[in-house]
């Protein structure tokens, strides 16, 4: 079981702390990444991690974002700075045994999401 939590609002320009407490199982071999979903628009792909802590972004939160994780507590964290009203979405924290999710972005495992919004 994956639970995010961490979201709220902020004005433009702050930033928040997602956290994503992994449950049930290890993931600490385990790709961990960060989704999120706008009003009226698709899922999209935030930042991923793999075991090897190398990291995964998208272009529009690279230099503002930072995905790490803590393997001793199985949480993975997404701080954001910058903010943007634009990062306004629910955030979804996902898990998969698989490196190819990097690019697939086919994870098996969700958590809830947690909402982030940007006031202007």
């Known amino acids: 079981q994956l639970q995010a939590s961490g979201g709220g609002l902020v004005q433009a320009g702050g930033s928040l702390r997602l956290s994503c407490a992994a449950s049930?199982?290890?993931?600490?071999?385990?790709?961990m990444g960060w989704f999120r979903q706008a009003p009226g628009k698709e899922r999209e792909f935030v930042a991923a991690i793999i075991w090897s802590a190398s990291t995964y972004y998208t272009g529009s939160v690279k230099g503002r974002f930072t995905i790490s994780r803590d393997n001793a507590k199985n949480t993975v964290y997404l701080q954001m700075n910058s903010l943007k009203p634009e990062d306004t979405a629910v955030y979804y924290c996902?898990?998969?045994?698989?490196?190819?999710?990097?690019?697939?972005?086919?994870?098996?495992?969700w958590g809830q999401g947690t909402q982030v919004t940007v006031s202007s």
């Open positions: 049930g199982r290890a993931f600490t071999t385990y790709t």
């Open positions: 996902a898990a998969d045994s698989k490196v190819e999710v990097i690019s697939t972005h086919k994870f098996t495992y």
